[in-house]
């Protein structure tokens, strides 16, 4: 067989395979417009009965990528490229839904939170930067954004930002998703980490930690807290206290597990601590971003990053 018929036996081969290739990007293409045709209807629905809520369903969000990234696990096609097709894929679902803007906070000359949104949302989906966090939490409360990126939460912020949405009250955006998802590395150690809030009812993904702040009499002592919440079994961690008056104290706390105000451990911690508890604020929640192993793989069966409560450096 000539240098020719060899060549020309490669090429009617690899002629063969990218007809299949297109085949299949035929059929995905199809199937994307068929979903997209679902979507549409599941936004019909959610405006007629849900008007103005964001349409984001974060813990069905986070167990789509799970699943994804199991099915492609072991696979040459890495997983957490098929994380961030699918993360585009959601993103431009949910925009069909409804109009999804950001309101992304900017400090001077950093971009890591603007760029960390472009990727979790989507590359069409419209950012506005802001200099401060209390105008990214201005946004949302306005109307002006659907969605606002904020720092993680964490031990040396002395700005004590998360106050302003303990003042909304039950108005208060909620904190419903930590970013990125999908980490090389223990996010907020190894690269940053920010927190993503929405005018939305945060919901159990199965793998989850919950942001709350107790304000409780200043005469009690973290200590006495964190013997409480031991003895009503929730893990718990300090994550900042601020004094906003001489009286009282807001400890901002992480737990894990979806823990909320009707959570009966909760309401055992109450019991426990009785009047020197003022009042409870459930900040949200997020699914526990999933840390890749060398192999760019989930950790089997665990796919989990603990965080320290006391915040990430």
Partial sequence: MTQKDTHDRNET??????????DLDNQ??????????IVSRVGEM??????????????????????????????PFFPAAAAALWRIIIGASTSVESTLSLSVFTPDRDNDFYWMAREYFGPFTPIVKQPHIKRVI?????????????????????TFWWTNMVEQGNDAPKIFARIP???????????PSALAIARLTPEASGDD????????DHNVSQHRMQNAFA???????????ATLSPSTRHHLIELKGFITAEHPAIQALFAVLGSSILHYSFLGSYAVPIILNKNQSPHAHNPSFHATGSGQK
Avoid at 138 to 158: E, F, N, Q
Avoid at 209 to 216: D, G, I, N, Q, T
Avoid at 234 to 239: K, N, R, T, V
Wanted: charged share 30%; proline share 5%; hydrophobic share 40%.
């Fill in 46 to 75: 959610k405006r007629r009965t849900a008007p103005g809520r964001c349409p984001i369903r974060p813990a069905r969000e986070a167990e789509m990528i799970r699943r994804v990234m199991h099915e492609f696990e072991g696979s």
């Fill in 138 to 158: 201005g946004d949302v409360i306005d109307g002006k954004a659907a969605v606002g990126i904020v720092p993680m939460l964490r031990s040396s912020d002395t």
């Fill in 209 to 216: 930690h919950s942001l709350l702040v107790l304000e409780a």
């Fill in 28 to 37: 995905l293409i199809a199937l994307l417009k068929e979903r997209i045709g």
């Fill in 231 to 241: 003895h009503v079994k929730l893990e718990s961690s300090w994550i900042n206290i």
């Fill in 181 to 191: 998802f999908v980490c090389n590395g223990t996010p907020g150690r190894d690269a």
């Fill in 13 to 22: 081969e690899l002629a063969g395979y990218r007809r299949q290739i297109d």
